[in-house]
């Protein structure tokens, strides 16, 4: 058996360094604690490559399939003699990737954030708590126990939360971080109960022992979990649609997605960690892990997919109308995460049927760098420019040649223009789509065209548009610029690693084919989107005089395109925006949102209602005493029989 | 029986008593400084904490009126420890009052009566002790000599008291009635379940109800919360809760086993509204002392699930969370106490801006307050989330559910408290408060331990093995 135990120090890494900052950051090394924590970060990054290549390409298979591993297990706790938490690091290829993943963009988050953040008061508590983000991250993927799963999925929500509120001086990035504590608390409630669940049915919180019980048919546990059931449906729908409604939390899906616009309101490297790459995959990496259980129950499944393409869908509408950056951004995030979920959901275990669980994962891979590269851009604009609105911006190209081409090339791997790294990952999703269910491969594929209009929206309206006002102060330090280069770089190579050798549902290479005859209606469709985003949003204000002039010479212009222009801003302005884009940005700012404060209100006035019952007066609460043995003597002596 | 196991049996007891005799003297004796005294009585206390370590041994005495194993020596050690805590804490309250010494005799009289209630082997003395451990509490309530509210909480609670005292000895007396006998072991034989028993078992539980202060018997909760003073609000909502608790859980896992049948949905409904109703008052209120007073309510709620789960998972939860409780509300009460002693303001909303003037009391109360609503990796996490498993056992999964979604709201106020201590703008916040030592010490004591039982396994494997015997 391979010796994994070095692994350890991957996530222990950040744990020291957040209790060494935490404790005497502020008072000891105030400017020296960025570097204190990137230099960490860089030796738990370099650790976890050593790892992923000694497990990918080493020792970590055996006859051509790669092996789980728990490469460290300690016996934490011992509940009652069946149930047991422990604390344990699994290695297979899914954790392995995800420790690569997530130290990779934190050590670029920590290296951009030494320019971006440089000055601010709190620098060393900035870097303690990322650093205890990253920790808790890590321990989440590596867990092999699911009460340790829960235990860092709480840690990362409460260290999110501190990161969200950093600037705690801003009345908005308070609310915004209260908002998403409680949304995800919420959800997290689900999760709490699947386990409690999964445990009760399963005998036990270890994940490897629960997938070999609950997707063995024949066993006891699995027969009385699918036996067992509650308003028609069985327990282990149940149990797997709470511990997806937990993942769905942490991934923004549909309906708990309100907090993640919000969240935008913390700084904007944090949204580069936790909005791209890290937390709010945390759900999809859930599902993956249960996966082999999932697969055993075609309901959980579908509602997996069907959530994870509407939730594609809905939010890829809303980010073509959005105009703050970042929340564009954020946005496209929820598409992209609806994305890899549905992919989860129409796969299944094992053989060529997985390829829907490979596919999701590589997106997962190939996303987490060209949005994490997207956010940082975007931090790097906002560094310049002092706002986040579309409108204040326009021209930057000129003034950051760096960030601008870094941002176009996240933006085409995003929209999934080939060669680029999203482009490997999309096309598999879709043909995972395709084969199982076209109704999901129509809501991607327009999807797809709609990711590419919005995000070359966001692309030409920062740096194109208009001729720049902005006084430059120069484009930002090497720390800002140099993760924007390497993230560009992977935003184009990453795509081209043979993921579906390393990375499937049974650990055995899945043999893939490019379909070039496959890829042309996406691909087409994406260019197609991407030249209407070029033609509406390069120039400013440029249309309606076009328009003017074409009236004069109406012959020459309307065989060329003025007809399809018109058509197309009909369509756009005066159709698809006011009367699609904002009623649903409507519904989901009032009705989902407002759902929720009503909950809030009706708490409240429950709570104002039974005011009366707490009178103060001594007679009053011996008449509720008596009243309340009565009504328990009446209930119990005549009634309960 | 030698006359050393006698005294061993007994010793924690003694220990106490002896410690009551040695402060009547000193009372008798010359006048000394409050400070002086103070270091006295909790070295004392202290060596009393200790000492409850030293030659445990089980058995029975006097004709079974009294027993004890190493479970019931390791709760009566936690409420040593919880009384020496509450004792530093309350330092600044005490270095300037007249009566200091009478205020200790009462509570060590009231702690003597818990530990005898707790060893109890019959049903007069376990009345006996409950007796001993509720009259002296409402003298210590009316210890702020000079406030009304004060002399109305204790008038409040000795009412409230004598009416639940009442109808419980009306209870225990149709038991006998009905039975034949006031032995715990004795009387499992005799329950069959007739109306009469049952009435008098509900009379029996409203009696525990009461003093836990379980959603409807809690309404005197709130009034001498607030009115006592904070050392006694305290030493009511953490010390005198867990000795009850202590002997309930005990008590319906042996003696009522055979009426399991009604008290497991008695507990259901019970503890859903205890939960409920204690978090919606939480949500509104602004005195801290109250706000602490409706959610350790809905704390026992949540106790109140995992005894519902009867199983030796029940027992070791419901003692490991109520360790973990006397941390973190301790934490959270010394905060307060130290507040309201050296300021007099007991406002949430004078709290807020705390962190700007006083950064360390400000993370103290954070962590006891994210302990108190279960965040990890505080210990109030495991604790909460064991109670869930224990009760999750007979599958009733609606009350789970319900308790697990009050974790969220309960999450939102405590959250607010938070808000207010570190985001909040505040013209005057509370000056800058230098903490006394014994205070300090305690603070440190209860942080460790919100931190470290959680975190150290050893604490609950522990009183998982003594949890047998149920």
Known sequence: ?641 | MMLVDFFILLKQELVITVILFLLLFIKLGKDRTNESLLIIINVLLFLNFVAGFCCCQEGMLFNEMFRTTNLIVLEKNILNLAIWLISLQSYAWLKTHKHLIEFYILLLTTLLGMFFMISSGNLLMFYLGLEMSTIPLAAAANFDLFKRQSSEAAMKLIISSAFSSALLLFGISLLYGTSGTLTFSELTIHLNGAPLQIFSFILLLSGFFFKISAVPFHLWTADVYEGAPVAVTAYLSVVSKAAVLFVFVSVLYTTFKPLANIWYPVLCILSLLTIIVGNLFALRQNNFKRFLAFSSIAQVGFILIGISGSSQEGTASVIYFILIYVFSNLAAFGVVSLVSALTGKENISDFKAFYTTNPLLSWILTIALFSLAGVPPTAGFFGKFFLLIAGAAKGNYILIGVAALNMVISFYYYLRVVKAIFMDDNAEPIAKIKIPAMPKLALYICVAGIVLTGLVSYVYDYIYSLSTGF
Request: with cysteine; glycine share 8%.
């Open chain 1, 1 to 641: 058996m391979p010796n994994y135990a070095y692994i350890l120090l991957i996530p222990l890494q950040p744990l020291a360094t957040f209790i060494v900052l935490g404790l005497f950051g502020r008072k000891y090394f105030k400017t020296f604690s960025g570097t204190i924590g990137t230099v960490s970060l860089l030796i738990s990054t370099i650790v976890s490559f050593v790892a992923a290549i000694q497990y990918f390409f080493v020792d970590g298979k055996v006859n051509g399939i790669y092996q789980k591993i728990i490469a460290f297990k300690y016996t934490w706790l011992e509940f009652s003699p069946n149930v047991s938490i422990d604390m344990g690091i699994i290695v297979d290829p899914i954790s392995v990737m995800m420790l690569v993943v997530v130290t990779f963009v934190s050590l670029m988050v920590h290296v951009f954030s030494l320019g971006y953040m440089k000055g601010e008061d709190r620098f060393a508590t900035y870097y303690a708590f990322l650093s205890l983000f990253t920790f808790s991250m890590l321990g989440l993927i590596l867990s092999s126990n699911i009460f340790q799963v829960y235990i860092f999925w709480e840690l990362v929500g409460v260290s999110s939360f501190l990161l969200i509120g950093y600037y705690f001086e801003k009345p908005s990035a308070v609310a915004a971080s209260k908002k998403a504590f409680i949304v995800t608390r919420f959800a997290d409630l689900g999760f709490l109960i699947g386990i409690l669940l999964l445990g009760f049915y399963g005998g036990t919180l270890d994940i490897g022992i629960l997938i070999e019980r609950l997707t063995a048919v024949q066993s006891p546990e699995y027969t009385a979990m699918a036996a067992a059931g509650f308003l028609g449906v069985s327990a282990l729908t149940w149990a797997l649609t709470l511990v997806f409604i937990g993942g769905a939390g942490k991934s923004a899906m549909f309906p708990l997605h309100i907090w993640l616009p919000d969240a935008m309101e913390g700084p904007t490297p944090v949204s580069a960690l936790i909005h791209a790459a890290t937390m709010v995959v945390a759900g999809v990496y859930l599902v993956a892990r249960l996966f082999p259980v999932f697969n055993m129950d075609a309901a959980a499944l579908q509602v997996v997919t069907y959530t994870g393409a509407f939730s594609a869908l809905l939010a890829a509408v809303i980010a073509c109308t959005q105009t703050d950056i970042k929340r564009v951004l954020a946005y496209s995030t929820m598409s992209q995460i609806g994305y890899m979920m549905f992919a989860l959901g129409v796969s299944k275990y094992g053989g060529e049927d997985g390829l829907g669980y490979m596919a999701s994962m590589f997106h997962l891979f190939t996303h987490a760098f060209f949005k994490s590269l997207l956010f940082l851009g975007a931090g790097a604009v906002i560094h310049m420019v002092h706002s986040n609105d579309m409108k204040d911006m326009g021209g930057l190209r000129k003034l950051m040649p760096v960030t601008h081409i870094a941002f176009l090339i996240a933006c085409l791997a995003i929209a999934g223009i080939p060669p680029f790294a999203g482009f490997f990952s999309k096309e598999e999703i879709l043909l995972a789509a395709f084969h199982s269910n076209k109704l999901i491969y129509g809501v991607a594929l327009f999807t797809a065209a709609l990711t590419a209009f919005y995000m070359f929206r966001l692309y030409f309206s920062i740096f194109w548009s208009k001729e720049s006002t902005v006084q430059s102060h120069g484009e930002g330090p090497l720390s800002m610029k140099l993760p924007l280069v390497i993230l560009a770089a992977c935003a184009v190579g990453v795509g081209f690693i043979p993921f579906s050798s390393l990375v499937t549902s049974d650990g055995e290479a899945l043999e893939t084919h490019m379909d070039i005859t496959f890829s042309i209606a996406p691909v087409g469709l994406t260019l197609i989107a991407t030249l209407l985003a070029s033609y509406l949003y390069k120039k400013e204000n440029d249309k309606p005089a076009k328009l003017a002039a074409s009236f004069d010479g109406f012959y020459q212009a309307a065989h060329k395109k003025f007809y399809v222009d018109e058509v197309y801003l009909f369509i756009t302005k005066k159709i698809v925006f006011p009367l699609v884009g904002q009623p649903i940005a409507w519904v989901d700012k009032y009705i989902v949102d407002g759902f929720m404060n009503l909950l809030a209100s009706i708490t409240a006035k429950i709570s104002a209602l039974i005011k009366g019952l707490q009178s103060g007066k001594v007679q009053n609460y011996a008449l509720y005493f008596f009243s309340g043995i009565a009504a328990l003597a009446v209930l119990f002596i005549y009634l309960w029989k």
